[in-house]
């Protein structure tokens, strides 16, 4: 089952703050996130695990809420670069790492000067 | 280093055509992924290898497609009879370790148009 993200698209000025969802109807074991360029291939941003997990690095964080089956994306002051298409892939918890990710149908991020 | 190449990077083929598109992985990755992805779409899990073992191909769509990494090394997909339906981008991504707890390193794609 495809995870469902929202929004689908968003348009912000640089240096505004930006959360992307991802919802899955299945118990989840981790969570990616990628950044996809127009033209070029998804560029990891990070994974977090089942346990409830936050990361972050430099303006961009995530967390994960197994219990609501979802993650969401939290892009803080955004920049001119963080323009693109954000994915998230889900791994369910039953799959044992057996059925791959199952990626989202992506929320397309435009920042603008 | 050299990240995951894949080759070619662009194909056209008649329909009933069979074509092979080939991934190298980053050298010391253990595990190969391949996705399809339509235009405007996120990737779409095909198969993946854990060395040189495919460890699951229900991803595949039907029997004519397959994929091998006989070496644990470079893979190749292979889809037999070609449709216009298989017109897409395929990517192959690369790992670490086994399981999906390593971030995936995605090449840049074979985009494949079926006339």
């Known amino acids: 089952q495809q995870p469902v993200q929202s929004p689908q698209a968003v348009i912000l000025r640089e240096g505004e703050d930006a959360v992307i969802n991802c919802s899955s109807s299945?118990?989840?074991?981790?969570v990616h996130w990628y950044r996809q360029k127009h033209g070029e291939a998804p560029v990891f941003l990070m994974i977090?695990?089942?346990?409830?997990e936050q990361k972050g690095h430099d303006k961009i964080s995530a967390s994960f809420n197994e219990k609501k089956q979802q993650s969401s994306l939290y892009l803080t002051a955004s920049q001119l670069s963080y323009s693109g298409t954000y994915f998230c892939?889900?791994?369910?918890?039953?799959?044992?790492?057996?059925?791959?990710?199952?990626f989202g149908k992506g929320t397309h991020l435009i920042i603008q000067p | 280093g050299a990240g995951v190449s894949q080759s070619p990077r662009y194909k056209v083929t008649k329909r009933g055509q069979d074509v092979a598109l080939r991934c190298d992985p980053i050298?010391?990755?253990?595990?190969l992924y391949w996705y399809r992805q339509a235009l405007g779409q996120g990737p779409e899990f095909l198969t993946y290898?854990?060395?040189?073992?495919?460890?699951?191909k229900s991803g595949l769509p039907n029997d004519r497609f397959s994929a091998e990494r006989p070496e644990g090394s470079i893979s190749t997909l292979t889809i037999q009879r070609t449709e216009q339906r298989d017109s897409a981008m395929y990517r192959c991504?690369?790992?670490?370790?086994?399981?999906?707890?390593?971030?995936?390193?995605f090449g840049p794609g074979t985009r494949l148009t079926v006339t």
């Open positions: 050298s010391g990755h253990v595990s």
């Open positions: 299945k118990a989840l074991y981790s």
């Open positions: 290898f854990n060395y040189e073992a495919q460890q699951d």
């Open positions: 892939g889900t791994e369910n918890d039953s799959g044992g790492g057996a059925d791959g990710l199952t």
């Open positions: 977090l695990l089942k346990g409830g």
């Open positions: 991504a690369s790992s670490y370790g086994t399981g999906l707890t390593y971030e995936q390193y």
